[in-house]
């Protein structure tokens, strides 16, 4: 005997019921979602935001290792599409061997290639280290130019790589729109934009002037290591309490990080 066929409308009933404790998906640049039109916070709102960076690590610095502008603009090229950690050891050895275009260009190619090569896509970064390089020697006397539209003329250098240069080895406060920090800019919603360079200028008028120069570093390590993409580990946040993501965790107290940097803002102001 056959079995008699479900109508859809049973096979509906049997569907299990969608849940909404699925955690949204992070904004990135591949995929920002909803933006907002505009920021979340006043002045006043920012300007409390990025005084709590400040409180927790007043002298932020960038995490990849160089001895000079050159290395610098080198391991910043390399570090695209990789971590860190992952450039540090693959130019630790580089650095010591070529610390100037012309002892780059003197390794060639290949050798550039296999110092690299535990780095993703090596073959095409060894490329554009060695013609970056020929071009410095050949355009601006083997110096860095310390100039974006200069720097952006170089071969594998956009603008993120160039805002990063300017920034850590010229003291310019420039902000280099990486995926953690475009992501930051979203979620919170403190520099909503559909790209890098809305997200660049948004946040550009969001930072407050006296927090202009580390502003790009706080950012940064607050996306890398507390408001990471899959989980953000709001427990450690240090602007918690200030925070206006709709993704924020609830908790029934301020987070230890926020409440020391509250402590330390209030004891310089006493001070």
């Not at 990135?28 to 927790?56: M, T």
């Not at 896509?121 to 601006?140: G, M, P, Y």
């Not at 539209?149 to 071969?155: G, I, M, Q, V, Y």
């Not at 995926?179 to 403190?190: A, V, W």
């Amino acid at each position: 005997m056959t079995q008699a066929k479900s109508s859809p409308a049973a096979k509906r009933k049997q569907r299990p019921a969608k849940t909404n404790q699925s955690r949204k998906k992070a904004p990135s640049v591949d995929n920002p979602g909803k933006v907002l039109k505009r920021s979340r916070y006043s002045k006043a709102e920012a300007y409390a935001i990025f005084q709590r960076f400040h409180a927790d690590n007043p002298e932020p610095e960038g995490e990849l290792d160089y001895v000079n502008a050159y290395t610098l603009l080198v391991a910043v090229v390399l570090s695209a599409q990789a971590t860190d950690v992952g450039v540090n050891r693959a130019t630790k050895h580089l650095f010591q061997i070529a610390d100037t275009p012309e002892k780059m260009v003197a390794l060639g190619e290949e050798r550039v290639r296999e110092e690299i090569r535990t780095i993703g896509l090596f073959k095409t970064k060894a490329k554009n280290v060695i013609l970056l390089s020929e071009q410095l020697i050949r355009d601006h006397a083997s110096n860095v130019p310390e100039d974006r539209e200069a720097l952006e003329k170089l071969p594998g250098v956009g603008r993120k790589t160039a805002n990063v240069v300017l920034n850590i080895f010229f003291g310019h406060p420039t902000i280099a729109v990486d995926t953690h920090l475009f992501r930051l800019g979203n979620r919170i919603g403190i520099a909503p934009g559909k790209t890098p360079l809305d997200v660049e200028r948004a946040m550009e008028k969001a930072v407050p002037e006296a927090f202009s120069l580390h502003a790009h570093h706080w950012l940064i390590l607050h996306g890398r290591y507390i408001c990471k993409a899959r989980k953000p580990e709001c427990k450690r946040c240090v602007i918690y309490d200030l925070c206006k993501s709709p993704e924020k965790e609830r908790f029934d107290a301020v987070p230890d990080n926020a409440l020391r940097a509250k402590a330390q803002i209030e004891k310089e102001r006493i001070a």
